[in-house]
């Protein structure tokens, strides 16, 4: 399958990728490691006409501390996200997380920031990143902007980012020995989860148990109200709206994450 | 078109191509070098696999214009004409194939493997190659030929 056809620009800097990126709006598309884009383009579901390559800026990649977050440059590739000491240390839930993406070819490639901004439900960067109540830095021709997990989302691999932003960065809070969960229910290897959960510190997300990754704020509610992890997985399900494929209906989803969230409580590492 | 220059199996290489041509595309029908081959088409099945910069990628999800400027290991780059590098000569002895077509695939995801974790159990050598599919199911002698790779480099480096 070829893509339809393309100019080409490798950026030289973050600021002249926001400046093409004002310059061409709609019509051009960021690309870093391909990983969503790429697959989409070939499959005709997206057809840019200039794809701009963030993927060799390296004041993009590379994990720091600031403060109590950890910044992760936003063309931080999943390899070696889950593989870096730091975040192993420090949020030890998100380097699990990227672990589980695909498989160690897209991982090689697939970026942080590719994959938020890819806003696909069923992923498990943008649950981790809500589990963990971290935020997103964007950055555009009037400055930059830092956006919560919760309001990061609007929809189906939609996000917030204007046209002409460029996601520069993903903050997320230390966490360091802070006891998760995480959990991922899929029939076919290398595959997006069927449901996920991820759980921390009283908070809980979902994975494609509706259009965004989602909080289980009922079950939250529950948890710190009190409830065992097992009263409280029975909320699981509560306020969500998954959809359905070849792979389970709504019920089945629900179902699921009322069992996953209750052994993403139970199971807890850290 | 672009031009783009990269160093494919140690060659320094320099190309015109149109910024869409994907890279297993590049390898197979601009270098005519055909160990790569094209299965899936959908990031799936690791048929494709090469190494970029010493780490196994799927050449069907990556732009030969992403390449640029980078090192493009194929099967046929492995070992000199004639000879065989040591996870060949493994899925040879093992008979780690049935048709053959995921094979160049396994075998470049194996030596990336190996050169990120020699020593990998069974089951770390089974979740490394999650990303490539055998369409023929023979996954045990493949695996065989994965830890007997492994061995192999240990008995040359002792």
Not at chain 1, 41 to 58: F, H, N, S
């Amino acid at each position: 399958m070829i893509p339809s056809q393309f100019d080409y620009v490798a950026a030289e800097s973050t600021e002249h990728a926001i400046s093409l990126l004002a310059e061409r709006g709609d019509d051009a598309k960021l690309l870093a490691g391909g990983h969503s884009l790429l697959p989409m383009m070939k499959l005709r579901l997206a057809a840019p006409e200039l794809l701009i390559d963030i993927g060799g800026l390296t004041e993009l990649a590379g994990v720091t501390i600031d403060g109590d977050e950890l910044v992760i440059g936003a063309t931080t590739r999943h390899a070696d996200l889950a593989g870096s000491e730091l975040v192993r240390a420090e949020a030890p839930l998100l380097a699990y997380a990227a672990s589980q993406v695909g498989d160690p070819q897209i991982r090689h490639r697939g970026t942080i920031g590719g994959s938020l901004s890819h806003a696909d439900p069923a992923a498990d960067l943008p649950m981790a990143l809500v589990a963990l109540g971290g935020s997103v830095v964007l950055q555009g021709p009037n400055g930059i902007r830092t956006v919560s997990a919760d309001s990061c989302f609007r929809g189906y691999f939609e996000t917030v980012m204007e046209p002409d932003e460029v996601m520069i960065a993903v903050r997320v809070p230390r966490r360091p020995g802070v006891p998760w969960g995480y959990q991922k229910f899929v029939r076919r290897a290398n595959d997006w989860a069927i449901v996920g959960v991820a759980a921390i510190n009283g908070r809980i997300a979902l994975a494609n148990m509706g259009a965004t990754p989602l909080r289980a704020t009922a079950a939250e509610q529950a948890l710190a109200a009190g409830a065992s992890p097992a009263g409280a997985a029975e909320h699981a399900a509560e306020g969500t709206s998954p959809g359905e494929d070849m792979h389970a209906d709504r019920e089945y989803r629900r179902h699921l994450a009322r069992v996953l969230t209750r052994r993403a409580l139970e199971h807890q590492t850290g | 078109m672009t031009r783009i220059a990269l160093t494919v199996n140690g060659e320094k290489r320099s190309d015109e191509v149109e910024p869409r041509l994907l890279l297993v595309h590049y390898l197979r029908e601009v270098l005519g070098l055909r160990a790569a081959n094209v299965g899936c088409d959908t990031t799936s099945c690791g048929a494709c696999t090469v190494l970029l910069d010493g780490k196994s990628v799927k050449s069907c999800t990556v732009l030969a214009v992403q390449a640029a400027g980078h090192d493009v290991i194929t099967a046929e780059g492995l070992a000199p004409a004639g000879e065989l590098h040591p996870v060949q000569a493994a899925f040879r002895q093992n008979h780690g194939l049935q048709c053959g077509f995921c094979t160049p695939g396994m075998v470049m995801a194996t030596v990336g493997l190996l050169s990120e974790n020699p020593h990998p159990t069974e089951e770390q050598a089974r979740e490394a190659l999650e990303g490539n599919l055998c369409r023929c199911t023979g996954y045990h002698n493949i695996i065989r030929a994965v830890l007997a790779a492994a061995d192999a480099s240990t008995e040359v480096s002792a």
